[in-house]
């Protein structure tokens, strides 16, 4: 089955699409969509393992007050560079208005992906890259194993601009990223039996 792209996302705007332009996107253009070297990116449909890991951190990601958890919004790294983390912990002093719908680098100490099959190859290899060259702090990368999450997690290393490994967690996330964090990482309480 193949499904005909609308008139405005093909062949795109003359010279490419932007950062900026993702504000103005068609009522019809999809919710979710990011913009990594200049292309559009639409995400697949959600898995419940994608939902459950992202309710998980929002329920157990306890931040102090200057920070907040926000979910499925942009960080803004260049003119061609918009993604999508899953989630992000940024200050609380970038959330201007509740029209905010993307992130400096600056403003973001924690980005995570949950690495579906569409996504692998971004969430492995294309976003840590920039989101270490953009100077965000924390990168955590979640896989799934036996219907249960293993989180990867890495610390930018800001002589090089490259994230070092601190871990892989199964079971139970426990580490620091300028507040301790504590996420029991079992989904089974949200799998029926």
Do not use: C, N
């Amino acid at each position: 089955m193949t499904m005909a792209l609308p008139e405005w996302f093909y062949p795109g705007p003359p010279g490419g699409w932007t950062a900026d332009m993702l504000d103005r996107l068609p009522p019809d253009a999809p919710r979710h969509v990011e913009l990594i070297d200049g292309s559009l990116i639409m995400m697949s449909p959600q898995t419940a393992f994608h939902m459950f890991v992202l309710r998980r951190f929002e329920q157990e990601l306890t931040p102090p007050d200057d920070l907040t958890v926000v979910r499925e919004m942009t960080v803004t790294l260049g003119i061609r560079q918009r993604p999508e983390p899953d989630i992000m912990v940024v200050d609380r002093s970038a959330l201007m208005t509740m029209k905010t719908t993307s992130f400096k680098p600056a403003d973001v100490r924690l980005a995570v992906e949950v690495v579906s099959p569409e996504s692998m190859d971004r969430d492995r290899t294309t976003k840590p890259i920039k989101y270490s060259d953009a100077g965000i702090r924390h990168f955590w990368r979640v896989e799934q194993e036996d219907e249960q999450p293993v989180v990867y997690t890495f610390e930018l290393e800001p002589s090089v601009k490259a994230y070092v490994p601190t871990g892989t967690h199964r079971r139970r996330l426990r580490t620091y990223i300028g507040f301790d964090v504590d996420i029991d990482l079992d989904l089974s309480p949200f799998i029926g039996g």
